[in-house]
Nanobody, 122 residues
Framework: QVQLVESGGGSVQAGGSLRLSCAASGDISDVRCMRWFRQAPGKEREAVASIDRRGTTAYADSVKGRFTISQDYAFTRLYLQLNSLKPEDTAMYYC????????????????WGRGTQVTVSS
């Protein structure tokens, strides 16, 4: 089993920055893709960024150029650098992991953290 714990959320003004962290533990040997999702009340969950074992990244258009996903220690630490934050970035941010050789080609994430709240004020 894989356990994911997010941290680093908080309240910032528009234009500010935050760095979210996700600590992964357990048997992560078969995890091939990690992602950050976000969900605001009344809105659908949105995949904002992904990274695979090779370091290939992908971003939602809404965050491209502002957010950066990265990892350290063989996927035991996942990060999301959020810059130039906008009020519409306000959401609960979740770390998620996908196991299997197909990596990020698989849309299902088997493991999820409980989330960390990001609030951006005008």
């Amino acid at each position: 089993q894989v356990q994911l714990v997010e941290s680093g959320g908080g309240s910032v003004q528009a234009g500010g920055s935050l760095r979210l962290s996700c600590a992964a533990s357990g048997d992560i040997s078969d995890v091939r893709c990690m992602r950050w999702f976000r969900q605001a009340p009344g809105k659908e969950r949105e995949a904002v960024a992904s990274i695979d074992r090779r370091g290939t990244t992908a971003y939602a258009d809404s965050v491209k150029g502002r957010f950066t996903i990265s990892q350290d220690y063989a996927f035991t630490r996942l990060y999301l650098q959020l810059n130039s934050l906008k009020p519409e970035d306000t959401a609960m941010y979740y770390c998620a992991a996908t196991s299997g050789a197909l990596g990020c080609a698989v849309s299902i994430s088997q493991y999820w953290g409980r989330g960390t709240q990001v609030t951006v004020s005008s």
